[in-house]
């Protein structure tokens, strides 16, 4: 099996790039973040409440989280249940914020990610992919941009959508964030050693798309 790591900071594009490059290979994205919502699903409907860290630890264990094509869509699977419709709910977005931080949370799901690449081709992107979930993987790409070109992007994309955002408010969140994730205790954002840098900030998606095929195309 091949597995593909894309790590980077918040707003590199890395899930957007992710779901092309598995796309043009035929490979399975990773989609982490439905992970942790699928997870989080599983605990809402268990009755147990986002509060309470020591019912959730010893929960988690009992949710088989995959992820499969079933009639040519890529499905979340809670239990062999197509959980895609529920992942983006109220209650679901409420209680993945809080299960997230507990430690048997993310140790229950970075070893179903693992079990995900051991059994299929897959495409993972996130901040830890390449040097704590998947550190064998076969090709590592540390997807970056400028904090600038960061903001530019998410301002844009907030305007598209009728808001009124101010640029240098989403820089210095962009910035603070860089910060949080690469000084956390737990597995902190940092290039593996092993990892390709592509720094994105005067490429085009397709440009970048393309670049990470070739890199990918070299190795395996």
Do not use: W
């Amino acid at each position: 099996m091949i597995s593909i790591a894309i790590d980077g900071p918040a707003g590199a594009g890395k899930s957007t790039i992710a779901k092309k490059v598995a796309k043009k290979l035929s490979f399975i994205y990773v989609d982490t973040g439905a992970m942790y919502r699928a997870m989080a699903l599983y605990l809402h409907r268990n009755g147990i409440s986002a509060d309470d860290a020591g019912e959730i630890a010893k929960a988690c264990g009992g949710a088989e989280i995959s992820i499969a094509y079933r009639d040519g869509e890529q499905v979340v699977l809670l239990n062999g249940e197509n959980v895609n419709p529920y992942l983006r709910t109220q209650e679901v977005s409420e209680m993945a914020s809080k299960s997230s931080a507990v430690p048997q949370v993310r140790t229950r799901l970075v070893q179903l990610q693992r079990e995900l690449a051991a059994e299929q081709n897959v495409v993972m992107d996130g901040r830890d992919i390449g040097t704590v979930v998947l550190p064998d993987a076969q090709v590592k790409i540390y997807l970056t941009a400028t904090v600038g070109v960061r903001a530019k992007r998410r301002f844009l994309e907030l305007r598209e959508k009728g808001e009124n955002p101010v640029y240098e408010e989403i820089a210095a969140e962009i910035a603070d964030r860089d910060r949080r994730d690469m000084t956390r205790k737990v597995a902190p954002l940092r290039q593996a050693d092993d990892a390709v840098l592509v720094d994105t900030s005067d490429m085009t998606i397709e440009e970048v798309t393309e670049h990470i095929l070739g890199i990918i195309r070299s190795r395996v």
